[in-house]
């Protein structure tokens, strides 16, 4: 029936949660770490001390935001999709264990952690840059073997 129907739309339903999720994060984590002071950047980059880490705060907050904010726009666009994927789904474990241990909020970045982790798996769907250049560098080799192959029989 309809729930059934809705299947055939996913790549649609991808299309959603990467706009979403990639704006999102854009607009509520990367954009304003961007903006942040120096003490808010080592306040957010001391979260690595979590992992052993015990040196360079200050770069490792503001190499979050970039990262939150670039790859953001990567998951939005469905460049790059997976990639950008992983790396916002271990900043998400650094967000998390940071929260658990200095009991902060942990409900979002779990919840996070497991989205990106899946769309990992699930890939950008056929609305993305990724599907697009797939498309048209998949078409170039055939082309360009078809015309060896063809040279070749001469």
């Known amino acids: 029936m309809l729930w059934n129907r809705l299947g055939r739309h996913a790549d649609v339903g991808l299309l959603i949660t990467r706009l ?3 704006l999102g994060f854009i607009y509520y ?3 304003p770490k961007l903006f942040e002071s ?7 980059g001391s979260a690595m001390q979590h992992f052993g880490i015990t040196f360079g705060y200050y770069y490792w907050g503001a ?3 970039v990262a939150e904010t670039f790859c953001g726009l990567l998951i939005a666009l469905g460049l790059f999709f997976r990639p950008a994927a992983a790396v916002l789904t271990w900043i998400m474990i650094a967000a998390f264990t940071d929260n658990s241990l200095s009991g902060g909020q942990t409900s979002h970045p779990f919840k996070n952690i497991w989205l990106f982790a899946g769309l990992i798996f699930i890939g950008p769907g056929k609305y ?12 170039t080799e055939r082309f360009d073997s ?3 192959h063809a040279a070749g029989r001469r």
């Open 146 to 148: 078809t015309m060896v």
């Open 128 to 139: 993305s840059l990724d599907h697009i250049l797939a498309k048209k560098f998949s078409r």
């Open 38 to 44: 120096t003490e808010e950047w080592i306040a957010t």
């Open 29 to 31: 984590h990367g954009g």
């Open 20 to 22: 979403g999720f990639g």
């Open 63 to 65: 190499a979050a935001g």
